[in-house]
């Protein structure tokens, strides 16, 4: 069965840093890979998807995401982080051809000042 | 990317009613899905909603408790049946395809929803 793994429940970053969210996903075959983010109070936005394209994907607002198949990686990164990237973030593998997505348990970003 | 509205965007109910959610999608999209999200939890599915035929749902997931409705390719409602306080949760309705794009799900707003 497909799933995700987000590896840190919980990110903290100084602004201009640069972000790292670490994602590992178990699949038996080519994976969709996702990235959502979720702002408070706000519906969930596509940051970026990988599908057996380019291994490194680049997404919206700076962020990009490499699959590694020999690690069984989809780490999303930012160089420098702004205070509006504060956020949580979904890891989602798609669960292949009925297109059912399943969700990491997700990443709290905070951005300090 | 397809548009996606849900009404109500929350609601407080009391134990024992029923919520009816309503999403709808800016154009014609191939298929339709309702999440749950619970408080401090990630998403979980709880049906696909399919145009013309009964939902098919996730396992933990039943009609009786969830009825679904797709009556056409943009519109689609969720009950939520004979509510509990543990059914205090955002419920969210997702969309794939929509101008052409057949592999992206794209996400309502959410109706956040307290039961007391």
């Known amino acids: 069965a497909q799933s995700v793994t987000q590896l840190d429940s919980h990110v903290s970053v100084s602004e201009g840093t640069p972000v790292l969210l670490r994602c590992n996903y178990s699949s038996s075959y080519s994976p969709s890979l996702f990235w959502y983010v979720q702002h408070p109070n706000k519906g969930l936005q596509l940051l970026l998807k990988y599908t057996s394209a380019a291994t490194l994907v680049k997404g919206i607002n700076g962020f990009e995401a490499e699959f590694k198949k020999s690690e069984t990686s989809f780490h999303l990164t930012k160089p420098s982080a702004h205070m509006s990237d504060a956020a949580e973030y979904f890891c989602v593998v798609g669960l292949g051809g009925d297109y059912k997505l399943s969700f990491g348990a997700g990443t709290t970003v905070t951005v300090r000042a | 990317s397809a548009v996606i509205s849900q009404k109500p965007s929350r609601d407080i109910c009391q134990r024992g009613t029923s919520l009816t959610i309503q999403c709808q999608v800016d154009s014609q999209v191939t298929m339709m899905f309702w999440y749950r999200q619970q408080p401090g939890q990630s998403l979980t599915l709880i049906a696909t909603a399919n145009q013309g035929s009964e939902a098919t749902y996730e396992s933990g997931f039943v009609i009786d408790k969830f009825p679904i409705s797709r009556p056409n390719l943009t519109f689609s409602t969720l009950t939520v049946s004979n509510m509990s306080p543990e059914d205090s949760s955002i419920y969210l309705c997702?969309?794939?395809?929509?101008?052409?794009?057949?592999?992206?799900?794209?996400f309502g707003p959410g109706t956040r929803l307290t039961v007391l």
């Open positions: 997702s969309a794939l395809g929509g101008q052409g794009r057949t592999d992206t799900q794209y």
